[in-house]
């Protein structure tokens, strides 16, 4: 049914996933423009989609933003926004060998490994002659009920034909941090970017610059960008985000607002004139032009030490190292958020104490000052204390689970050693803590809710999501 999901994925309203109805909304291919020629749509499923007004005109120009054709087989995910900032994710596939025709499914969910393989199954089945069970198996796989909470995989039987063939998928548990190597979006930006680029990327992003990514492979764009904002969890971006840009939206490229757009190489020379004090980030070359260098050193010093040497370790690359290291670093910045949670005078609700917020974290009230104007802290702020108000909160988040964690192990004392050894504490006893915070938990949500606000040294609990 679909009231799983709801569980499937514990989001706030900073996060900018829609609620999902369904697995997938349809399913096109779409044929390479030609000289004179746009591309064209050249079949969906089911044939009586329905479409949202503009959104089939737009899509083949998204599934094919530019007329260069790249000899080797594609996976990338472009988004649609909707007037609430939610995003509608396109996951597409392109052939081998520059074919003419591309795959594409249009979904809410960000299972992105689950629609590539899904479009490489297709592709299977009709190398093997079953072009037959195509269909079926679009059928099985669109009318399927949106997982729960707890399942892992999705088995798909093909409708109205006996072929004796289940198809499995492996899902995303998106309650969780995304590991390497089951992330393709984390693992690309990992393996492609140099710790310094990633480092820069990420302050730059906590500041809200506008962020230019480029490279010549789309499936390496759609990666580092899908990737990027991971970084930031649990704050969302909340600005203009174009992770393919298709011709027709680059003039978005000179908005005077924060975006986050990904281009690719063949087009950059177009829009060079409009970039101004962009940054941009080269995948191809690993590099990163930033006028805003010193936004890395706004961040306080030992966090960025911390984040350095996770980085360089090797096993970074494996598990959730790296979405962790980055969490660690929030918890350590926005950690104090909780204790500054207070209870209005007219006892309606919880307003937030911003001078109780800037001496939280001793050595970081510049930057705390600084994040305090920033969208996606107070879109935090106000999709926790909602969290809270609504007690929708039964289960607690994974961020919540590490301060706990971290403010245990400073016990109120913030030097240089003490934030290192609880980094070090926390990434090992992060798998402890959620067990114990679980059990924990109740107890939390229940003083919150008589505003007998639980003290941990340096501030606790929340909501939202992953």
Not at 86 to 105: L, N, T
Not at 284 to 297: A, I, M, Q
Request: glycine fraction near 6%.
């Amino acid at each position: 049914g679909s009231i799983g999901l709801t569980s499937h994925h514990i989001s706030g309203m900073d996060s900018r996933i829609r609620p999902a109805t369904r697995i997938y909304e349809c399913f096109v291919e779409v044929a390479r423009p030609r000289d004179n020629e746009d591309a064209q749509i050249k079949y969906v499923y089911p044939k009586d989609y329905v479409w949202e007004v503009d959104t089939k005109r737009q899509l083949p120009k998204f599934v094919f933003p530019n007329k260069f054709v790249n000899e080797q087989e594609e996976h990338f995910t472009f988004v649609l926004t909707d007037l609430d900032g939610k995003y509608r994710f396109g996951f597409c596939r392109y052939p081998p060998g520059g074919g003419d025709v591309a795959m594409c499914f249009l979904s809410d969910l960000p299972w992105f490994k689950v629609f590539y393989q899904a479009m490489d199954k297709i592709r299977d089945l009709r190398l093997d002659h079953q072009g037959e069970v195509v269909e079926p198996f679009l059928a099985g796989f669109r009318n399927h009920s949106l997982p729960l909470a707890n399942d892992s995989v999705i088995s798909i039987l093909p409708e109205a034909i006996d072929v004796g063939q289940v198809f499995t998928f492996a899902l995303p548990d998106l309650r969780k941090l995304p590991e390497i190597p089951a992330d393709v979006n984390l693992s690309s930006l990992y393996t492609s970017l140099h710790h310094n680029v990633i480092l820069h990327l990420f302050a730059n992003m906590i500041f809200e610059r506008r962020i230019i990514i480029t490279s010549s492979r789309l499936t390496s764009l759609s990666a580092v960008m899908h990737g990027a904002v991971l970084l930031l969890y649990p704050l969302y971006w909340q600005h203009i985000f174009i992770p393919i840009t298709p011709l027709h939206l680059i003039e978005y490229c000179g908005a005077p607002m924060p975006y986050l757009i990904g281009v690719h190489s063949s087009i950059m020379e177009k829009i060079r004139h409009l970039l101004n004090d962009a940054v941009i980030v080269d995948v191809d070359e690993d590099s990163l032009e930033s006028p805003y260098t010193e936004d890395l050193n706004a961040i306080p010093a030992d966090v960025i030490a911390n984040l350095k040497r996770v980085l360089k370790k090797r096993n970074t690359g494996y598990g959730d190292n790296l979405a962790k290291a980055f969490m660690l670093a929030q918890v350590a910045m926005l950690g104090g958020y909780r204790s500054s949670l207070k209870q209005k005078q007219d006892d309606k609700g919880l307003m937030f104490d911003e001078e109780s917020f800037l001496k939280s974290r001793p050595n970081m009230e510049e930057f705390l000052q600084s994040l305090l104007q920033f969208q996606h802290f107070r879109q935090f702020l106000n999709s926790r204390i909602d969290a809270i108000t609504k007690c929708n909160q039964k289960e607690k988040d994974v961020f919540d689970c590490e301060l706990l964690a971290y403010e245990e192990g400073l016990k109120g004392k913030f030097s240089s050693e003490q934030l290192k050894g609880a980094f070090d504490k926390a990434l090992k006893s992060s798998k402890k803590m959620g067990d114990k915070f679980q059990k924990h938990a109740k107890n939390i949500v229940q003083k919150i809710m008589e505003h007998d606000m639980p003290e941990f040294s340096g501030g606790g609990g929340g909501g939202g999501g992953g």
